[in-house]
């Protein structure tokens, strides 16, 4: 199986930074996207920002000066830098990767578990 494992997140006071994790294992064989959803209570799931294995970026208008996202292809490993943080910011963020499939080689959708931010004072 794929895992998709977060760290990283946490309560913070509006203004403030955090640093999510999410480092991908098992049975994949190459990752061409990754990226972070969030979701918070009555809204829908929404792109964060994303990466390519060629490095190509792309962030919601929302986060966009506020939010970097990076990666380590070596160690299918993607981060979240996330600074100027705002109560509205408040969600679980999830990790998502597209890759191939070690065993099938069939391209396939992975998700991680989750993990809660919370920006109140």
């Known amino acids: 199986q794929v895992q998709l494992v977060e760290s990283g997140g946490g309560l913070v006071q509006p203004g403030g930074s955090l640093r999510l994790t999410c480092a991908a294992s098992?049975?994949?064989?190459?990752?061409?996207?990754m990226g972070w959803y969030r979701q918070s209570p009555g809204k829908e799931r929404e792109l964060v920002a994303g990466i390519t294995s060629g490095d190509l970026t792309n962030y919601a208008d929302s986060v966009l000066g506020r939010f970097t996202i990076s990666s380590d292809n070596a160690k299918k490993t993607v981060y979240l830098q996330m600074n100027s943080l705002k109560p509205e910011d408040t969600a679980v963020y999830y990790c998502y990767a597209n890759g191939v499939h070690l065993v099938t080689m069939s391209r396939n959708d992975f998700w991680g578990q989750g993990t809660q931010v919370t920006v109140s004072s």
């Open positions: 098992g049975r994949i064989f190459s990752i061409n996207f």
